[in-house]
């Protein structure tokens, strides 16, 4: 089994700064088309999310049930289904205390991906990580992804290093999906 991991906010869907409110959450043009393109291809869909503002007290970690549904049924209006929704509630600098940890699912640590692999078989190889931050980039190839970097001008600091340089590049989700097809089956 091989997946497309993806980031949510501001890749998938349109970034609004800490909202929760399920019929606010849209996805971002194209990402139906795009996403039905991979789909064809059997990879798996699985958003891998970080939501720091569970740290800061900003939103309670129970509007993610809701938010995950909420996903779930964008897409299958867009006759896509979603395989799973992997989000990090932690902050180091939290303020809510159980949620202030140093924590491995943070991006740009793997874990969101590790664990979703393991829970849904998924060949980390044959997969690809898709974000708009490098973050997301340095995540993806930590778990041994390729890794596709959307540059829609969300990531802020370009801070690169060895682990940061994704494998390609695409102006929107949609380009994104057509470099996708293109390699192919060729894992990393
Ligand atoms: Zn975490």
Not at 54 to 80: S, Y
Request: with cysteine; net charge neutral; hydrophobic share 40%.
């Amino acid at each position: 089994m091989k997946a497309v991991f993806i980031d949510k906010d501001g890749t998938l869907v349109d970034d609004l700064a800490w909202n929760v409110e399920p019929r606010r959450i849209t996805l971002c043009g194209g990402a139906g088309p795009a996403l039905r393109m991979l789909a064809r291809l059997d990879y798996r869909f699985i958003i891998v999310s970080d939501q720091a503002a569970i740290a800061h007290g900003q939103v309670d970690e129970a509007a993610m049930g809701p938010m995950a549904h909420r996903l779930g049924d964008l897409l299958f209006r867009e006759r896509l289904t979603l395989d799973g929704y992997y989000y990090c509630p932690h902050h180091p600098n939290g303020s809510v205390q159980r949620y202030a940890v140093n924590c491995f699912c943070r991006k740009p640590q793997p874990g969101l991906l590790l664990k979703a692999a393991l829970e849904h078989e998924i060949d980390l190889r044959a997969s690809w990580m898709i974000g708009a931050r490098l973050h997301d980039i340095e995540a993806g190839n930590r778990a041994g992804c390729r890794t596709l970097l959307i540059d829609n001008g969300t990531e802020a600091e370009w801070r690169l290093g060895p682990r940061r340089v994704p494998t390609r590049i695409a102006p929107d989700l949609y380009a994104a999906a057509l470099l996708i097809a293109t390699e192919g089956d060729t894992r990393r």
